[in-house]
């Protein structure tokens, strides 16, 4: 009798990695296109594939010159890959349920420098959360716009706030409040001191400008042609630039009001960059442990009360 190994592959958490990574970049059409969810490198993002490939035996895709397309496996892979990591989110939920209802961590991402936002209820939140359920444990972490969603998605935070124009599949997106963005000069820029009815369009985009590196669509390539601009990947880190005269940048005008009433920065009548942002709480689909949905809640209904 000759024995036969057994060719069932079993799944690890380095192949749920490379999983999660293909996913990403079927949802988005391509490698270039998922590098902004994933925040990975074009090469990296490209092993990864290959290394999926090699571990399942099949070719999952064609990517180079003539664009990204799926083989029928990869495909089948996609499809396989979405059911498996869709039950391994509900078992995750259905875990945390067994714990005390409202006790244990709570992660939130949240973007940068909004605490002198006034419309945003956050710190009513933790106050309600404090009093109410004392054993739950927040844990905030300060992260870049795309960086909050992808991290929702794969279990590294509970629930995101912030705004981003990427949305991922998975996840379900309640609006809190619209955040007002405009161009700002620092002191010693030679507008800063220029009549406001004098001052152009044109005479603004004259200067060099500092852009955030995650924005994309039309508001990013309008500034990457000129070698003379800058890429800032926070919003304080763009400050500074626009506070050192150097740059004109597009500010969340609250954060922005703090410097001005110092007489260090200056609103531009540039109503092309003026813009609000929809600031959106973003959880991952399906069930939810008692602890991430009622701090979720607890979020929105405190910017429900302040409407």
């Known amino acids: 009798m000759r024995l036969v190994q057994s060719t069932v592959m079993k799944i690890s958490g380095s192949d749920l990695h490379l ?85 244990g961590r709570v992660s939130v991402g949240i973007v940068d420098c909004m605490a002198t936002d006034p419309r ?7 106050a309600e959360v404090s009093r109410v ?5 927040l844990n905030l972490k300060i992260m870049r716009p795309n960086n909050i969603t992808r991290a929702v998605a794969e279990n590294e935070v509970d629930i995101g706030i912030g705004g981003s124009s990427i949305k991922v599949a998975g996840l379900v997106y309640r609006n809190l409040y619209r955040e007002e963005h405009a161009a700002f000069c620092g002191a010693v820029h030679p507008l800063f001191h220029v009549a406001h009815d004098t001052i152009t369009s044109p005479d603004c985009y004259a200067y060099p400008w500092v852009h ?56 531009l009548p540039v109503s ?5 942002a929809d600031i959106e709480l973003a959880t991952r ?14 979020i929105v209904k405190a910017h429900e009360l302040h409407l």
């Not at 945003?120 to 933790?126: F, H, T, W």
């Not at 359920?133 to 444990?137: F, L, V, W």
């Not at 092309?272 to 609000?276: P, T």
Request: charge should be neutral; aromatic fraction near 8%; glycine fraction near 10%.
């Open 19 to 103: 999983l999660r990574v293909f996913e990403s970049v079927v949802r988005n059409g391509g490698i270039s296109a998922a590098q902004m969810e994933l925040s990975l490198s074009q090469p990296t993002i490209s092993n990864h594939l290959t290394a999926l490939e090699q571990r399942i035996g099949v070719k999952l895709c064609g990517r180079g010159r003539r664009g990204f397309s799926l083989t029928e496996e990869g495909r089948r892979v996609y499809d396989i890959s979405l059911e498996l990591t869709g039950m391994l989110d509900a078992s995750s939920a259905r875990l945390s349920g067994l714990r005390s209802a409202l006790s």
């Open 120 to 126: 945003l209820k956050i710190c009513e939140a933790i």
């Open 133 to 137: 359920a004392p054993e739950i444990e």
């Open 212 to 267: 955030r590196g995650y924005w994309n669509g039309s508001r990013g390539h309008r500034f990457a042609n000129s070698v003379f601009n800058s890429v800032a990947f926070d919003i304080e880190a763009e400050t500074l630039m626009v506070l050192s005269g150097a740059f004109i940048g597009v500010l969340p005008v609250h954060y922005a009001s703090v410097f001005e009433e110092q007489g260090r920065l200056r609103r």
């Open 272 to 276: 092309k960059e003026d813009y609000f």
């Open 285 to 298: 689909a399906g069930e939810q442990a008692a602890n991430v949905g009622y701090v979720a809640d607890a």
